[in-house]
């Protein structure tokens, strides 16, 4: 598992990087300030409903990482109206022993408070797990690298990575391939959309 972070990366870990983006258009300027995402398992949470059905909650695994935003000069709504986090998760391939599988996720959110430390986060599913390990118990050790990016207007504006050098997830490699298999959810596809709403950054939802 530690021989993806040995061909991809240097030795010297870079854990963050903070850019500051100046907006010409609307002379505004933005400086994030992201911290190095983690990862923890989950169970399915349960509701109290007028029906219950027997079942044992199986695990998610649920990736995070917490940022800030400021903005000069400071709008009055005192929040950015929208950026996006570009995630990158490089975990072990199911069926080939020793290579990875990079699986993204872009999750655009809107009205993002500023000055104020906010969560962003993505989840892989009891069944993504279950593909992933062969096992029903969510193992943490399966995720090698959580890397992420924030842009705002498109531009890059900051990136870190759970270990390692920030932007590993650009670096071409024979055991490493991007894979779209096993799907990476955003809160809002989880069933733990309406929990700690106040922690989180809002998510844009694409109305179809």
Same mark, same amino acid.
């Given at each position: 598992m530690?021989?993806?972070?040995l061909?991809?990366?240097?030795?010297a870990s870079v854990?963050?990087?903070?850019?500051?983006?100046?907006s010409t258009a609307?002379?505004q300027?933005?400086? @994030? $300030?992201?911290?190095k995402p983690?990862? =923890? !398992?989950?169970?399915?949470?349960?509701?109290n409903t007028?029906? &219950?059905?027997?079942?044992?909650?199986?695990d998610?695994l649920?990736?995070?990482a917490s940022?800030?935003?400021?903005?000069?000069p400071?709008?009055?709504?005192k929040?950015? $109206? #929208?950026?996006t986090v570009k995630?990158y998760?490089?975990?072990?391939h199911p =069926?080939?022993?020793?290579?990875?599988l990079?699986?993204t996720?872009d999750?655009t959110?809107v009205?993002v408070p500023?000055?104020?430390?906010?969560?962003?986060s993505v989840?892989l599913?009891?069944?993504? %797990?279950k593909r992933?390990t062969?096992r !029903? #118990?969510a193992a943490k050790?399966?995720v090698?690298?959580?890397?992420?990016e924030?842009? %705002?207007?498109?531009e890059?504006v900051a990136?870190s990575?759970s !270990?390692?050098? @920030?932007?590993?997830?650009?670096t071409t490699? =024979?055991k490493?391939?991007?894979s =779209?298999s096993?799907?990476?959810?955003n809160?809002s596809? &989880?069933?733990?959309?309406?929990?700690?709403?106040d922690?989180?950054a809002?998510?844009?939802?694409?109305r179809?």
């Amino acid at each position: 598992m530690r021989n993806l972070r040995l061909s991809l990366l240097s030795v010297a870990s870079v854990a963050t990087l903070c850019i500051s983006f100046q907006s010409t258009a609307y002379a505004q300027s933005y400086k @994030v $300030e992201p911290e190095k995402p983690t990862f =923890d !398992d989950l169970p399915s949470p349960e509701f109290n409903t007028s029906k &219950t059905k027997a079942f044992k909650p199986k695990d998610w695994l649920e990736i995070e990482a917490s940022f800030k935003v400021q903005m000069s000069p400071e709008p009055p709504s005192k929040t950015a $109206e #929208r950026l996006t986090v570009k995630w990158y998760i490089a975990v072990e391939h199911p =069926d080939k022993k020793g290579a990875f599988l990079l699986l993204t996720k872009d999750i655009t959110h809107v009205n993002v408070p500023l000055n104020e430390e906010i969560f962003s986060s993505v989840y892989l599913s009891p069944a993504s %797990i279950k593909r992933l390990t062969g096992r !029903d #118990r969510a193992a943490k050790g399966v995720v090698n690298l959580v890397g992420y990016e924030i842009l %705002i207007n498109g531009e890059k504006v900051a990136q870190s990575t759970s !270990d390692g050098k @920030v932007g590993w997830w650009n670096t071409t490699s =024979d055991k490493i391939s991007r894979s =779209d298999s096993v799907p990476l959810l955003n809160k809002s596809e &989880t069933p733990f959309v309406s929990m700690w709403w106040d922690r989180y950054a809002e998510i844009l939802v694409e109305r179809r």
